[in-house]
């Protein structure tokens, strides 16, 4: 397993959740140079982009997250973080890591469950 996601649960909404992706068996100039990103899937809709982070840490957001999540990186660490505060019900889906490095090839975490209750 290249990518590991977790941090994934149940929240009430407002609540906030931290999600973590590590790369633990990546070379660290690999993951250094890397482009990331968090995508989500809820039940029946297609995955969409939720953050990504650049090898320099320029960072985006769709706008329906934008001024409540954050996406950031510990290249130390080797693991991809999203940061998601003020929760809402239609944040929950299954969330997955996406890394793209410098070759071209691309690789996907497992995905972890976030559920948000009303």
């Known amino acids: 397993v290249q990518l590991q996601a977790s941090g994934g649960g149940l929240v009430q909404a407002g609540g906030s959740l931290r999600l973590s992706c590590k790369a633990p068996?990546?070379?660290?100039?690999?993951?250094?140079?890397?482009?990331m990103a968090w995508y989500r899937q809820a039940p029946g809709q297609q995955r969409e982009l939720v953050a990504s982070?650049?090898?320099?840490?320029?960072?985006n957001y769709a706008d329906f997250v934008k001024g409540r999540f954050t996406i950031s990186r510990d290249n130390g660490r080797r693991t991809l973080y999203l940061q998601m505060n003020s929760l809402k019900p239609e944040d929950t889906a299954d969330y997955y890591c996406?890394?793209?490095?410098?070759?071209?090839?691309?690789?996907w975490g497992q995905g972890t469950l976030v559920t948000v209750s009303s």
């Open positions: 996406y890394v793209l490095i410098s070759t071209g090839r691309s690789y």
């Open positions: 068996r990546f070379i660290l100039s690999v993951f250094n140079e890397a482009d």
């Open positions: 982070i650049t090898s320099e840490s320029s960072t």
